[in-house]
């Protein structure tokens, strides 16, 4: 193995020298994207904002340095914090035992890092793509309406119950509406509503529309007379980098974890792998799944040493990434150094935040996880890809988060075995082009009446074998059918169940005097045909390079006339 391929960051370190200007230029942006971003995602996760700033400090780096993508910016993101805090609320209130909240946090971390480096090692990075893009976009919407609800409290300055579910935080509004603390509703909308009109109308400050919308929200609460009447504040922010601590490693909470870990693990992934895929489309740069993720493994794993959080890829600092110039993962390593120097130099300006301008703020979060124009296209397009996106959109407002993903998913892999469960079959006929085509497409189109031939689109596994079983059980009770040609170029696969019954059938056509022929068999699909030994116990005669020569080969096997004339073999046969 060489270098390269265990420190990937020796591939672009040469490209600095010409780069590092637009690297430098991208990454001091993304440090001002990401520091409103870390406040509010760490308050999503349920911990002080200092840990958004310790994830994004650190978390960078290391994927940077690890990952595969030049663009990919790694660090706190919603989905993380919301699946952090849905996992450790049910065993600690983050409100009455903040030190063991952060403690398992930083445990979970860990353990989602594990997860995702041995996957890497493993070279499992084809699984994301078993993840449905509806269940990506049904758990999206969910956790955006998830999270906008969850302010309510903070925008409302009402005290809903700590851990109230969906319905109950709804319902507990609606009761107590009247509570309402105007001062702490005037400052959350304000700042909601100038975030929006800085990034619809202001588009050369649309970059920081979010810091800026904080800030403008902080003097309006000053104005609103602050803590006198009721606004609340995030409090002291230390200002100092992360410390070295090792993580609480207590076997009974990493296994009430883990289930919450490989959850954590298998969202990050498809999280980064998308995002990465998404910018790699513009800067066609080729991707290797399974080193991003252990670089995303490694960035939880080292992270959890400096009292980060789990992570993963963000999408928003990703674009503004690359829409900023950023050539190198350079980039992602200067953000995370600037965010250093803010909080060395600057975190006591960050105390000053109200918690209902962040409330706004998140609202507006939650509302841009909603894919609008993906879910228009999931209820024009399919169905059985609206099914999986409803429950999946439905679980993750009314069940737990690990609940709802796995539903989603196996809804999914239900529907994709269903349809593979049902390969095509064609009946093929000789057209007057003398050409062979499907029967529904050319109604004039012959068939031999000693042949036939058929064509398969779709592989011959466990799942699929009862319909194709049952279509050629059919041709076999037809008396004057003993041979049977399958054009086989559409058969990707024979698995061991299908290469038994296969071998089974062939050897029954055969007792009857007749047979059962491939043409255009793929070598591939041929493995465990010929590993398994069935090759030879049904012969090798019984495959064929083209339709052309089997049906040649075949035609000299049968020993009737053919009633119908089709292929030049027919003729000869009558003749003889």
Not at 242 to 266: K, Q, W
């Amino acid at each position: 193995m060489s270098l390269k391929k265990i420190f990937p960051f020796l591939v672009w370190l040469p490209l600095i020298k010409d780069n590092w200007k637009d690297d430098l230029v991208a990454g001091l942006t993304g440090t001002i994207i990401v520091i409103p971003q870390a406040v509010a995602f760490a308050m999503i996760a349920g911990l002080p904002p200092i840990y958004g700033f310790y994830t994004a400090m650190i978390t960078p780096i290391v994927a940077a340095l690890f990952g595969s993508s030049y663009h990919l910016i790694s660090g706190p993101t919603t989905t993380s914090s919301i699946v952090v805090f849905a996992t450790i609320s049910k065993f600690v209130n983050p409100e009455s035992d903040l030190e063991s909240f952060i403690s398992l946090a930083i445990i979970l971390s860990f353990m989602a890092g594990v997860f995702k480096f041995i996957m890497g090692l493993a070279k499992m990075g084809k699984l994301v793509n078993f993840v449905s893009n509806s269940v990506v976009i049904g758990f999206s919407a969910g956790a955006g309406i998830l999270i906008a609800f969850k302010q309510l409290k903070y925008v409302f300055g009402i005290n809903v119950p700590l851990g109230s579910s969906f319905y109950e935080i709804i319902t507990y509004i609606v009761l107590h509406i009247g509570e309402t603390n105007l001062y702490i509703l005037g400052v959350a909308l304000s700042t909601l509503l100038i975030a929006l009109l800085i990034k619809r109308y202001i588009k050369f400050l649309a970059r920081l529309y979010m810091l800026i919308a904080m800030i403008l929200g902080s003097f309006l609460a000053i104005l609103f007379g602050g803590e006198a009447n009721g606004i609340e504040t995030v409090g002291k922010v230390p200002s100092h980098l992360p410390p070295f601590n090792v993580p609480d490693f207590n076997f009974e909470d990493m296994r009430m974890l883990t289930s919450g870990a490989i959850i954590l693990a298998i969202l990050g992934l498809v999280e980064a792998i998308s995002i990465a895929r998404a910018v790699a489309l513009h800067s066609h740069q080729k991707l290797d799944n399974n080193q991003e993720f252990i670089g995303q493994g490694l960035s939880n794993i080292i992270s959890s040493f400096f009292s980060s959080y789990a992570s993963s890829g963000s999408f928003t600092r990703s674009g503004v990434n690359y829409q900023a110039g950023a050539k190198t993962p350079l980039s992602a390593i200067i953000s995370a150094i600037g965010l250093m120097l803010v909080v060395l130099f600057f975190a006591k300006y960050a105390s000053f935040l109200p918690k209902p301008a962040m409330g706004g703020i998140i609202l507006l979060v939650g509302y841009n996880l909603i894919d609008f124009q993906h879910i228009k296209q999931i209820i024009k397009s399919s169905n059985r890809e609206l099914i999986v996106f409803s429950v999946t959109l439905l679980g993750t407002l009314f069940l737990e988060l690990e609940t709802a993903l796995f539903t989603g998913i196996l809804i999914s892999l239900f529907f994709y075995l269903e349809r593979t469960s049902k390969p095509n079959i064609a009946i093929l006929g000789l057209n007057s082009q003398k050409r062979l085509i499907n029967l529904i497409r050319d109604n004039e189109a012959l068939e031999c009446s000693n042949l036939k031939i058929i064509r398969i689109d779709g592989s011959l596994y466990f799942g699929s074998i009862e319909k194709i079983s049952n279509y050629i059980s059919s041709l076999y009770d037809e008396n004057e059918i003993h041979y049977l040609l399958i054009s086989a170029e559409g058969i990707n696969f024979i698995d061991l169940a299908a290469a038994e019954w296969l071998t089974h059938e062939i050897l029954k056509w055969k007792q009857r005097g007749g047979g059962i022929y491939f043409s255009g068999l793929k070598m591939v699909s041929q493995d465990v045909l010929t590993k398994g030994g069935f090759v030879e116990k049904i012969g090798q005669d019984c495959f064929f390079k083209d339709n052309k020569t089997a049906i040649g080969q075949i035609h000299k096997k049968i020993d009737k006339p053919c009633k119908i004339k089709v292929f030049d073999e027919c003729k000869i046969i009558q003749e003889v």
